[in-house]
């Protein structure tokens, strides 16, 4: 039998919501799974309290919050190609003289200016690159959209360098965050999110369980990736408490 459950981590963009549209029944399904197991912040927060979650802030661990850590602790000072709406979440960051840049998902900045100044940082100033994530796509209401890893690689490539991942799939995102919920046991952790190679087998790569979701940006075939597939985020909460994870 399978180990208990006392963690889960849960991707919120195409498990819990789709923009401002919750799941159906993923609401009721969270406050199952609560009492079961043990954009900015505060943008993403009011998000979920917009789609009636009943959710508190500090229950959110974003690769955001992994990125500033990472910036404070190398004493980077950054060229940030982010949403506006998400630079909240560095205030206080210093920014003159830039040694590195930090690329996350801003498609109004993915622009020939935004993309040359940081490749010019990279390659003539020997500027980092920390890529938030490298997701290759994400589902909005109107269809699949390209992702911050499509420009992430360009960089790298025209650059010849490598970029520093501080969101998912990098097993230290998972690390952070299940330290900041007082959990350090993977075994006992599971991930559910509908992208199959960064939530799940990311997850399982750290030595997670994973349940991929079908909905958000999940495809047909993706679920012959990885042995744990639920309709949806109810369904994995269902798997989760009849211990079949």
Same mark, same amino acid.
Request: no cysteine; aromatic share 8%.
């Given at each position: 039998m399978s180990r208990k459950i006392k963690t889960a981590l849960i991707d919120l963009s195409g498990t819990l919501h789709i923009e401002d549209l919750a799941i159906p029944g993923a609401q009721a399904a969270l406050e199952k799974l609560r009492k079961h197991v043990a954009?900015? &912040?505060? =943008?993403l927060h009011q998000r979920l309290r917009d789609c009636g979650f009943a959710i508190e802030k500090d229950e959110i661990f974003t690769s955001l919050s992994a990125a500033r850590d990472l910036i404070t602790k190398q004493q980077y000072r950054p060229f940030f190609i982010l949403d506006d709406k998400a630079? /909240?979440?560095?205030?206080g960051i210093p920014t003159e003289? !830039?040694?590195?840049?930090? =690329?996350g998902l801003a498609p109004e900045k993915f622009t020939e %200016?935004?993309?040359n100044r940081a490749f010019r940082l990279i390659k003539e100033k020997n500027a980092a690159l920390i890529a938030i994530h490298k997701a290759k796509y994400y589902q909005k209401k109107d269809g699949l959209h390209v992702g911050p890893g499509f420009y992430a690689a360009g960089l790298e490539a025209v650059a010849n360098v490598e970029a520093k991942v501080v969101g &998912? !799939?990098?097993? =230290?995102?998972?690390?952070?965050?299940? %330290?900041? =919920?007082?959990?350090?046991?993977f075994s006992s952790a599971v991930m559910i999110g509908d992208d199959v190679d960064?939530?799940?087998?990311?997850a399982i790569s750290a030595g997670m369980h994973g349940i991929l979701v079908k909905t958000g940006k999940f495809r047909s075939g993706?679920?012959? &990736?990885?042995?744990?597939?639920? /309709?949806?985020?109810? %369904?994995a909460v269902d798997m989760i408490i009849e211990n079949k994870v």
């Open positions: 954009e900015s &912040k505060n =943008l630079m /909240e979440d560095f205030e003289d !830039p040694n590195a840049v930090v =690329l %200016e935004y993309m &998912k !799939p990098n097993k =230290l995102f998972f690390q952070m965050a299940l %330290e900041s =919920l007082g959990n350090v046991d960064d939530d799940v087998i990311g993706d679920e012959r &990736k990885v042995q744990n597939v639920a /309709e949806s985020f109810v %369904e």
